[in-house]
């Protein structure tokens, strides 16, 4: 029935319009579902954060650890991997567990480009759950394979058989999960073109990627307004002597994004190494999330009010120093205990606070400096992301428009390019194309194994 379907379509569609006019069709409607998948991930972990948690200034002191009201946070991650187990046993066995965008973006590039809608509907339930509970990751890369997913069904559903427009389509639909989940347009379209097509791109495909994103970006304001997600004040840059403290950020953000690299992909080899089933450690590592729970709370879940937080100097100096800490130690242990989720925003989150630690040690070095430790914070989000990425446009144009602030660009090219040139010398691949790169080693060797044994 399906397969008629199909066949009915496909001459429908090249009696009627051109494969342009079907190409912008097709990339307007999966711009719509994503917009929508988005809004519902939005919408569905707010709702479970609102009802679980309450952002406290919480630092460590036996009495509060020691209350049963605290212990409960223990709890509510674990409660998160419980159902994550349980219905995926149940459901979706054959649901690859972690971090999935790396085979993503291999399977985009390399293989046949279909991404099941099984895939698609594993990621709608489990990303907002995981994550509203506390567990440390962000929704990001599941929404870009969510959006990808909508345009891999069209092109099936089209009949279409080209390998190169079905990857275009799945491309346009990365753009659209990104420009709503972040009410970000251009930030959608540089990371499809960035980070999903490897920078390969001609205008044609250049002009989808953009209605798809726009349509996207369309449908989240159209259901959550279009207030930027960071509330800050406007910045003025001014001087040359700032530029010493974001060149010095520069450089520590490139060293710790590549520890964090180190440590995200340790973690993961540490969990595949366990001898037990693989469903049970989520446990393991949502019960480590839980026992930080306990000690900083701020730390769980997306984060995004603690980082706003961060961005408007209400943090202080050893608060914004131990969240650093604890993100950075505990996203790579939720990815690599095999819940799903992304690391934009945990990206984010981490670059925030480590700028705004930076910021604090700059500002008591030099008290005459004129520049706020949020406006550190600020430009932290974006070179830790844009280090670990190795996507400067992505990176630099998604905190431009998560804040709003495009007056201190001089600033974030500055120390965005130093991280990034720092973290590629001491490491030269990204968190998501080390995996395509040592995938591609281990092909070209069986191919050498073949050919030696025939």
């Not at 379907?5 to 999966?30: F, G, M, N, P, W």
């Not at 973690?267 to 949502?286: C, E, Q, V």
């Not at 961060?310 to 095999?338: C, M, N, R, V, Y």
């Not at 500002?363 to 670990?388: D, E, Y």
Request: with cysteine.
């Amino acid at each position: 029935m399906l397969y008629k379907i199909k066949q009915l379509l496909k001459r429908c569609q090249h009696a009627v319009v051109t494969d342009t006019t079907r190409d912008i069709i097709l990339s307007i409607i999966i711009g719509i579902l994503t917009g929508l998948a988005s809004v519902y991930i939005i919408k569905l972990e707010g709702s479970i954060e609102r009802l679980l948690y309450s952002r406290q200034n919480y630092v460590f002191n036996i009495r509060h650890v020691l209350r049963l009201k605290t212990l409960i946070i223990f709890l509510l991650p674990l409660s998160g991997a419980i159902f994550f187990i349980i219905v995926k046993t149940l459901f979706f066995k054959d649901q690859k567990m972690g971090y999935g965008f790396p085979d993503f973006i291999v399977n985009v590039n390399k293989h046949n480009a279909k991404i099941s809608i099984k895939t698609v509907l594993y990621l709608l339930l489990f990303t907002p759950i995981i994550i509203g509970t506390g567990n440390m990751a962000g929704v990001e890369g599941p929404i870009a394979q969510i959006g990808g997913g909508f345009g891999s069904f069209l092109s099936d559903l089209m009949g279409e058989e080209n390998r190169k427009r079905r990857k275009l389509l799945i491309a346009a639909g990365t753009a659209a999960g990104i420009a709503s989940i972040f009410n970000a347009p251009i930030t959608g379209v540089f990371f499809a073109i960035e980070i999903v097509l490897l920078g390969e791109y001609n205008l044609n495909s250049l002009s989808l990627i953009v209605i798809s994103a726009i349509t996207g970006t369309l449908v989240r304001r159209s259901f959550l307004g279009n207030e930027a997600i960071f509330s800050v004040p406007t910045h003025r840059f001014s001087g040359l002597y700032p530029l010493i403290g974001y060149a010095l950020l520069g450089i520590f953000v490139g060293i710790f994004a590549f520890l964090f690299e180190k440590w995200f992909f340790k973690s993961a080899d540490y969990f595949k190494g366990l001898k037990l089933r693989a469903n049970t450690k989520p446990l393991i590592g949502s019960a480590v999330i839980g026992m930080i729970g306990i000690l900083l709370p701020m730390s769980l879940g997306n984060g995004y009010p603690v980082i706003s937080m961060a961005l408007t100097d209400k943090l202080s100096f050893f608060l914004i120093l131990f969240l650093f800490i604890a993100k950075f130690i505990g996203t790579p242990i939720t990815i690599g205990s095999g819940l799903p989720g992304g690391i934009y925003a945990p990206s984010l989150y981490i670059g925030a606070m480590l700028g705004g630690t930076i910021g604090y040690v700059f500002t008591f070095l030099f008290p005459h400096n004129p520049v706020s430790v949020g406006v550190f914070a600020i430009i932290g989000m974006s070179a830790f992301l844009v280090s670990i990425t190795h996507a400067p446009f992505t990176g630099i144009f998604l905190v431009f428009e998560l804040t709003n602030d495009y007056k201190i660009i001089l600033p974030f090219m500055l120390a965005s390019i130093t991280a990034i040139l720092i973290k590629t010398r001491i490491f030269p691949d990204s968190i998501e194309h080390y995996p395509i790169r040592e995938f591609i080693k281990r092909v070209e060797i069986e191919e050498e194994k073949r050919d030696a044994e025939s």
